[in-house]
């Protein structure tokens, strides 16, 4: 059996230096993160504070969740608003 070279074009493109889809992959990837953070942090908060109604848990957990959930929607949102004003 012999493999077939073909070079087909990706939906994204060239990830070479230079292109554009380049410049845009560290931006995705921090909007991937920061997006996870958040997640995270929003059921780490819902799982303490339901621990903490039960009287399981601390509510010192739900309280940390809390702000990290705070500081990771903060970022994301700083993070989009800033892309907005340098792409006009």
Known sequence: M???N???PSEL???EPGTRQRAQLSIRIADIAWTALSVIAALWMILATVDAVRGTGSWAY????LALLTIGLTM???GIRRR????L
């Open 2 to 4: 012999t493999q077939e």
């Open 76 to 78: 994301r949102i700083v």
């Open 6 to 8: 073909t070079s087909r």
């Open 62 to 65: 739900s309280v940390v969740a």
């Open 84 to 87: 907005g004003r340098t792409h």
């Open 13 to 15: 493109g060239p990830l």
